[in-house]
T-cell receptor
Framework: NAGVTQTPKFQVLKTGQSMTLQCAQD?????MSWYRQDPGMGLRLIHY???????DQGEVPNGYNVSRSTTEDFPLRLLSAAPSQTSVYFC?????????????FGPGTRLTVL | DQQVKQNSPSLSVQEGRISILNCDYT??????FLWYKKYPAEGPTFLIS?????DKNEDGRFTVFLNKSAKHLSLHIVPSQPGDSAVYFC?????????????FGTGTRLQVTL
């Protein structure tokens, strides 16, 4: 059981470039989410999904797109990177029944936008 | 508007003593409260949670207390160990009907000294 995996671990982009952060989980969790962590701000929810084909916005969705074609994968796309998107990004998953409040986090992707 | 607040950015405690981490919230609709622990370069890991209908939950050295009238919760670690040195995030869960969304505090860095 690998849990929640994220790739890449580190990425440097130039302003205006696009990229996709990958997230996968092997726990058959319905709920998946993306957070960003900035100094002094805690973790803030970007987008989330309650199942394949269903996504919704979180607290800070602007500049990011998501899709959920399978239960396992939940990629986060940056359409045109900006320096304000420099952050550490965490993907998380949880079941929708049972321990719904306990989210399992991936190791994070540290993104720098120059 | 920050709905979950951790007003102490850092805390230093001697090994063997009690660590008390505090968290305040504003939204009375939160139904669960959780504590996550985070080491550098890793994702947050779930530590302990409490339902809004309880006032105490204990798991080994970790106890969470909830005071609903004061909208305050605290995490007690007894006895503190050097391995407990990490950043601790308080989180509150809101059931939206389709999913439980977490709102995080800004974190408290705990250092347990020898």
């Amino acid at each position: 059981n690998a849990g929640v995996t994220q790739t890449p671990k580190f990425q440097v982009l130039k302003t205006g470039q696009s990229m996709t952060l990958q997230c996968a989980q092997d726990m058959n969790h319905e709920y998946m989410s993306w957070y960003r962590q900035d100094p002094g701000m805690g973790l803030r929810l970007i987008h989330y999904s309650v199942g394949a084909g269903i996504t919704d916005q979180g607290e800070v969705p602007n500049g990011y797109n998501v899709s959920r074609s399978t239960t396992e994968d939940f990629p986060l796309r940056l359409l045109s990177a900006a320096p304000s998107q420099t952050s550490v990004y965490f993907c998380a998953s949880s079941p929708l029944v049972g321990a719904v409040h306990t989210q399992y986090f991936g190791p994070g992707t540290r993104l720098t936008v120059l | 508007d920050q709905q979950v607040k951790q007003n102490s950015p850092s805390l230093s405690v001697q090994e063997g003593r009690i660590s008390i981490l505090n968290c305040d919230y504003t939204n009375s609709m939160f139904d669960y409260f959780l504590w996550y622990k985070k080491y550098p370069a890793e994702g947050p890991t779930f530590l302990i949670s409490i339902s809004s209908i309880k006032d105490k939950n204990e798991d080994g050295r970790f106890t969470v207390f909830l005071n609903k009238s004061a909208k305050h919760l605290s995490l007690h670690i007894v006895p503190s160990q050097p391995g407990d040195s990490a950043v601790y995030f308080c989180a509150a869960s809101l059931n939206t009907g389709t999913a439980s969304k977490l709102t995080f505090g800004t974190g408290t860095r705990l250092q347990v000294t020898l």
